[in-house]
């Protein structure tokens, strides 16, 4: 080499010096190398999103055993309102009276029952909610909120119902990223939709079976009492049966999410 030629700072552009061959334009090589990759997360991603952790979905399937336990409770109370209306109908006030000291733990089991279920399920919704398995750009509650919110009276039936949403969605989103499958409409999915239909007319249920129940408590003559304990025990048979048909399609969810988290 002769020493007083000068070294070509830059490498050669091989295809520049190929006959017949252009070279790529200016930044074409970088947007083609990352043409294939998935979007990146959003820019909180990073600073609070945790792994996932078979943990998570072994607390999903915990939450759908509760779920399901719920609903034979409240199906097994259907069957105690129901049989004690048909008693009352056949006059049979011994056979009632024996009824109600069978079922005379069916509230403390109902109440139980929804406290563990309750506890379980927005722990796991938290688990999910903050792991890199969802998609922080689709969540608009924060996460304590979308934990607590279920927990406070009245504001539960719109925020419950707006963190599953959000849930799905940023699951939905992220499973998209990581798999490159193609996503659906956003809005309120069917199934949720479904859901807090069910949630909403679950607490109307539970109010008008709370007013019931003061009726019977204040009923004083054998006419008031008979027609209070009929009206009760109706009021109580529909609540328990939205209860159980509410719980049915939230296992589906819980089970849809569960699914999409999957890898």
Partial sequence: MDPQTPLDPQPPDLMSRTPGVLPPPPGQNAAASHAGSPPPLHPMAASWRKPWSPAV??????????????????????????????????????????????????????????????????????????????????????????????????????????????????????????????????????????????WLLMALANVINRDADRRLDAASGADEVLGAVETSLTVDAWTSGITAGTGAVLIVVVLGVMAMARR
């Fill in 57 to 198: 979905d072994v607390l999903g399937r915990v939450t759908v055993g509760l779920l399901a336990a719920t609903i034979v409770a409240h199906l097994a109370n259907v069957w105690f309102d129901l049989r004690g209306l048909t008693m009352l109908e056949r006059g049979d006030v011994d056979g009632l009276v024996a009824l109600a000291a069978r079922a005379d733990l069916m509230p403390a089991l109902l109440v139980a029952s929804y406290v563990a279920t309750a506890i379980v399920f927005v722990s796991w919704l938290g688990f999910v909610w903050r792991s890199d398995r969802s998609d922080p750009g689709q969540q608009r509650l924060r996460g304590g909120l979308a934990v607590g919110g279920w927990f406070i009276p009245v504001a539960n039936l719109v925020l419950g119902g707006k963190a599953l949403t959000q849930l799905w969605h940023g699951v939905d989103a992220a499973r998209a990223r990581d798999l490159s499958t193609p996503r659906g409409l956003l809005g309120t999915p069917p199934l949720i939709m479904l859901w807090w239909i069910g």
